[in-house]
């Protein structure tokens, strides 16, 4: 019922930038809020960062103050802009949406895109 295609993960060095879009279709009025999660090699699937629909975020206190989730609602789009990356940022990234009521939600993923920092 909603679709995510990610865009922008690669390679980068220690302090630079990448751009992770996310561009949602289908039932996209249905969808509350979406997110960005990341899983490094043996660590556990980990929070960055979350948008509602009502435009509420919410960081990791790992990433808060570099990077940034925003929402083009005309282009079905999310992003998440991360500055000052850090070798430890390295992880797959994963987009995700949730649609649906508080009663009964569903949950969407991304496929996953791969970020490297290098030092």
């Known amino acids: 019922q909603v679709q995510l295609v990610e865009s922008g993960g690669g390679l980068v060095q220690a302090g630079g930038s990448l751009r992770l879009s996310c561009a949602a279709s289908?039932?996209?009025?249905?969808?509350?809020?979406m997110g960005w999660y990341r899983q490094a090699p043996g660590k556990q699937r980990e929070l960055v960062a979350t948008i509602t629909s009502g435009g509420t975020t919410n960081y990791a206190d790992s990433v808060k103050g570099r990077f940034t989730i925003s929402r083009d609602n005309a282009k079905n789009t999310v992003y998440l802009q991360m500055n000052s990356l850090k070798p430890e940022d390295t992880a797959v990234y994963y987009c995700?949406?949730?649609?649906?009521?508080?009663?009964?939600?569903?949950?969407?993923w991304g496929q996953g895109t791969q970020v490297t920092v290098s030092s």
């Open positions: 289908g039932s996209i009025s249905a969808i509350n809020a």
């Open positions: 995700d949406a949730r649609a649906g009521t508080r009663v009964r939600e569903y949950e969407y």
